[in-house]
């Protein structure tokens, strides 16, 4: 492992980046469940946008596991969980459907708003089409503090699409083994939920979804930073 200087420097930025996307995930996930019949993690205090009760769930998957990515990797991954009742969800698998799809649907609620901010700032030329790349999608010609802005923009429009892409694989323990119980008859959807209960087979699934996500993420992301760049080209 070779920690760079850039790396270093740009850590807060990607922290604060993604412990903002965990947050809204986790904190969507708990307010659908509320709305859908179940407080459970409403009443552990996991409804909000406040970080602290998230990072005590789960201190390795938001604290330890990102650090280790983002130095390994140059970006970060890593989890959080708001508890549920499995009887409600058995009881009601499409409203769990809908309550699984709250997390990633938060997380492109925060892409897009991120490429908003971001389309406004080429418009009126504070910012310029930049590269490719996760925290280089835009620069700021006169740098300073719009140097700084674009850098947190770009890293968050470009996190939550990866997480959100990342999280509708219809694989457990991904939010899309939940989703896709919408669509499955009941007793199917009953099935495919306890095979979810498996850690074994979740861990399974695990694997086969990062190994499946890489081939189509890339081309995915690259639709959505041609979107950004409409109009402007890219540098």
């Known amino acids: 492992m070779n920690i760079t200087a850039e790396q270093l420097q ?3 930025m990607w922290y604060v980046a993604f412990l903002l996307s965990l947050t809204c995930h986790e904190g969507a996930h708990a307010l659908a469940a509320k709305l859908g019949g179940d407080p ?3 009443h552990a205090g996991q409804a909000t946008l406040n970080p602290i ?3 005590k769930r789960e201190p390795s998957g ?3 596991f990102p650090l280790i990515t983002y130095f390994f990797s140059g970006w970060m991954m890593g ?3 708001a508890p549920f009742d ?3 969800q058995r009881r009601y698998p499409r409203r769990a459907a809908a309550m699984a799809m709250a997390g990633p649907a938060a997380n492109f609620t925060l892409a897009i708003l991120a490429g908003v901010a971001m389309r ?3 418009a009126v030329r504070v910012f310029s089409p930049g590269a490719l790349g996760f925290t280089q999608l835009i620069g700021a010609p006169q740098g300073g503090v719009a140097e700084g802005l674009a850098t947190f923009l770009s890293i968050l429009f470009s996190l939550n699409i990866l997480l959100g892409t990342f999280n509708l694989i219809p694989l457990p323990p991904l939010d899309g083994a939940s989703v896709i119980t919408a669509i499955l008859p009941h007793r199917l959807a009953l099935r495919y939920l306890e095979l979810s209960y498996n850690r074994m087979f979740s861990l399974i699934g695990l694997v086969v979804a990062w190994r499946l996500f890489d081939p189509f993420f890339w081309p995915l992301f690259g639709t959505a930073a041609d979107l950004l760049y409409y109009g402007y080209g890219r540098a």
């Open 10 to 12: 740009l850590l807060p």
């Open 40 to 42: 459970t993690a409403f």
């Open 53 to 55: 009760p998230h990072i």
């Open 62 to 64: 938001t604290i330890i």
């Open 79 to 81: 989890w959080a969980s």
């Open 86 to 88: 499995p009887k409600w």
């Open 120 to 122: 406004i700032g080429l």
